[in-house]
């Protein structure tokens, strides 16, 4: 019990650094990837300990992130495509 409380509260001070980070008026760029590399530890310490991923196997651990990250770019692919085909038929007479 004692880890997860510690993990908890590590993600309350995440938390904290985030809201810290969004008021201290940063540039755009600057902010977008303090809070994002924020986001990416929040989220592997929420898998890891909260979802138990810590306790598994090396091999499927890898495969979840690797199967997480083609999901991401070919979302990110195909997501532009998809709003260029919505405007093409949108703005046709």
């Known amino acids: ?50 979802m138990h991923l810590r306790y598994e196997r090396r091999s499927f651990t890898w495969s979840l992130i690797l199967a997480v990250v083609i999901t991401v770019v070919l979302m990110d692919h195909f997501w532009l495509d998809a709003f260029r085909l919505l405007h093409q038929r949108l703005s046709a007479p």
């Open 1 to 50: 019990m004692k880890r997860y409380v510690v993990v908890w509260l590590g993600l309350l001070a995440i938390v904290a650094l985030e809201v810290v980070l969004t008021l201290a008026h940063l540039r755009t760029g600057v902010l977008l990837a303090g809070l994002l590399g924020l986001a990416i530890i929040e989220a592997g310490l929420a898998l890891m300990y909260f």
